[in-house]
Every structure is written in structure tokens, then in C-alpha cells.
């Protein structure tokens, strides 16, 4: 290999600075004091890594004779010099184990700190291999529920509950804050305070099971006011569908498996075991996060689930590609 190409391969840890799934691009408050920290532990670690591999580094220089030439006796002033340089060393250790340790307080202290203002509240729980999203904030009738994606207004602290409905899941959103684990039969709460907009990605970060990669999330931040935009039209319930296509495309999806997982506000389908649809064409992606939307992968995915995503408890209803066409034309009016 020619040195450029070598050169190259260098830059390709630092892709990892930047980017909508990063710690090191932090877009909250809460992942700015993590990024502090992580900063002030890779100098500090950093500072004495390099300063262990100069004094190895000089013991080999020094040993570069042949042993039994140079076998003197150490003198009482090296004694003295030695005894010297391993206390200092001793004492530059302890002082940075204490900065690192008081900075993780400070750090912890402001993580778990009450925000300023009223929390918009939300609850996620994790499915094996999705997140169920209720928004819970203000009176019971603005309550709305989505599926594999979040969006915060910013510079308002979201206060999320987090629970599991099987087995233990770990919800991360590096650029916004650090993980937290969602764990059956208990609650745990995160706090986010997103400073910039923007789209990110969260993630699992627990394995917990065959498709553990697969369970993304689809993170918006945004402004106040186009959040309220968006919470208004999720609360809305979709208009009934107009066309004959379409009109088909509810019957099949009430008539056949699928209302016996899902809901949809308006309609005869209220299954809570899979994710709510009621605002489906207007998602990101499908699949918690497996592929974009789109009326073709839309199509897909219903026709053979476990193609996309093998192990999903998402079964093949076995529809012909007419009734496809329709049930997928319906869903994907639902903005
Ligand atoms: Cu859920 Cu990994």
C-alpha cells in the first residue's frame, strides 16, 4: 500500500466525530457534560499513556549496553533521585484519579438534576424488536402513541419513563445522552434536554435478541413551534379513506390479520401488540429503523416480514399482490 491510502485509513476514526449517531457531536445538554467528561479522560489518560511510554522508552535507551559492563553499584544520590521520581510519579497518578473522579461527580450530579420548567413527558417501552412511543403530556385527550420514532421541541427537557414489555432493552441516543436501560418490571427515567435541531438516530444498546440491530429509532429535534405542528396532526385522528382503492385497502386491514396487532385512531382496528399505525406515512422508516419508508418497502415488508428481518413476530398474512397494492395505497394515506 502507498503511503496516501495509509494516510487515508487514519481519517477514518475520526468519520466517527460527526455524524446523527455519535457521542462525540453532542446536540443536548446532558451529552455536552458526558462529551466534557469523556474529553477531560482522554487528556488526562492520554497525558499519562504517552508520559509510561517515554520513560519506557528511556529505560531502553539507557539499557542499550551489553548487560555486566555497566553493572556499578546505584549510588546513594540515585537511590535519593529514584525514591524521588516514583513518589512524584505516584503523586501525579493520585492527582488525576481525583480530578477524574470529582468531574464524574460534578458530571452525575448535573445529569440528575431537576430541569428548569415542566418536562414534556413520554413513555417508551421496549418490544422485541421496536419501541412503542406514548406521548403523555398535558390532559388525557392530547395523550397520542407512535412507534419507533421520537420528536422533542428545543431547548424543553423531555422526561422519558422507560419500561420493557419482555426482556432487557437499552435505549441510547448518543448525540442527545447517555444510555439507560429499560428492564421488565421496573420503570427508569431519562431526562433530555436537546439544544440543537436536527435529525438523529437512537438505538438499542442492549442485545436482546436475534434482530437487536434492527430497533432504531427516528430522533427529530425541532423548533417549539414546528413541534406543536407536528403533536397536532398526531393527534388528529386520519381522515376515512375516499377512494375505492383505498376503501378496500381499511377493509382488508380490519378484516384480515393486521387490526389484530395494530390500531389506528378511527377505525375498527385497536390491536396493542404490535405498533400503532395511525400516522404511519408520515414515519421515517419502517421496521424500527430496516428500511426507509416507502409505498415499495412498505410493500415488502408486509408480503414476507422475515425476509427483512428474520425472527420478527410480524407473520405473513398471505395476501395477493392486488390486496397488497390496496392495503398499502390505505396505509400510506395515513400522514
Ligand atoms: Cu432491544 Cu437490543
Redesign the pocket.
Known amino acids: 500500500m502507498s503511503r496516501r491510502p495509509a494516510h487515508l485509513l487514519l481519517l477514518i476514526p475520526l468519520g466517527a466525530c460527526r455524524g446523527v449517531q455519535t457521542s462525540l457531536d453532542p446536540a443536548g445538554a446532558e451529552a455536552g457534560h458526558i462529551f466534557s467528561l469523556w474529553t477531560l479522560m482522554l487528556w488526562i489518560c492520554g497525558g499519562m499513556y504517552l508520559l509510561v511510554i517515554a520513560f519506557l522508552g528511556w529505560a531502553i535507551w539507557r539499557s542499550r549496553k551489553p548487560l555486566g559492563l555497566s553493572a556499578k553499584p546505584i549510588t546513594r544520590t540515585e537511590d535519593r533521585r529514584l525514591e524521588v521520581a516514583l513518589a512524584g510519579w505516584a503523586g501525579v497518578i493520585v492527582l488525576g484519579l481525583s480530578v477524574l473522579v470529582a468531574a464524574s461527580f460534578l458530571v452525575d450530579r448535573n445529569l440528575a438534576s431537576a430541569p428548569a420548567g415542566a418536562p414534556l413527558k413520554i413513555k417508551v417501552t421496549?418490544?422485541?424488536?421496536w419501541w412503542r412511543v406514548e406521548y403523555q403530556d398535558g390532559p388525557v385527550d392530547r395523550w397520542f402513541e407512535t412507534a419507533n420514532e421520537l420528536h422533542l421541541p428545543q431547548g424543553r427537557t423531555a422526561e422519558i419513563e422507560l419500561q420493557?414489555n419482555d426482556?432487557?432493552?437499552?435505549f441510547w441516543v448518543p448525540n442527545l445522552s447517555g444510555k439507560t436501560d429499560?428492564i421488565p418490571g421496573r420503570t427508569n427515567t431519562l431526562r433530555l434536554t436537546p439544544r440543537r435541531a436536527g435529525e438523529l438516530r437512537g438505538?438499542?444498546?442492549?442485545?436482546?435478541?436475534f434482530?437487536?440491530?434492527h430497533?432504531a429509532l427516528d430522533v427529530t429535534v425541532e423548533s417549539p413551534q414546528a413541534f406543536e405542528t407536528w403533536r397536532a396532526r398526531q393527534i388528529a385522528t386520519p381522515a376515512p379513506p375516499s377512494s375505492p382503492l383505498t376503501q378496500q385497502g381499511l377493509a382488508i386491514f380490519q378484516d384480515q390479520a393486521c387490526s389484530m396487532c395494530h390500531r389506528i385512531a378511527g377505525t375498527e382496528a385497536r390491536g396493542r401488540t404490535g405498533p400503532d399505525l395511525t400516522h404511519l406515512g408520515s414515519r421515517k422508516s419502517i421496521a424500527a429503523g430496516s428500511l426507509p419508508y416507502s409505498v415499495g418497502a412498505l410493500a415488502g415488508w408486509i408480503a414476507n416480514p422475515k425476509a427483512v428481518k428474520p425472527g420478527t413476530k410480524m407473520p405473513t398474512v398471505g395476501l395477493s399482490a392486488a390486496e397488497t397494492n390496496a392495503l398499502v395505497a390505505y396505509l400510506d394515506t395515513l400522514k
Do not use: D, P, R
Not at 421496549?126 to 424488536?129: E, L, N, P, R, S
Not at 426482556?167 to 437499552?170: A, M
Open positions: 421496549g418490544y422485541q424488536w420493557s426482556v432487557i432493552h437499552s429499560l438505538t438499542c444498546a442492549e442485545f436482546c435478541g434482530q437487536h440491530a430497533m
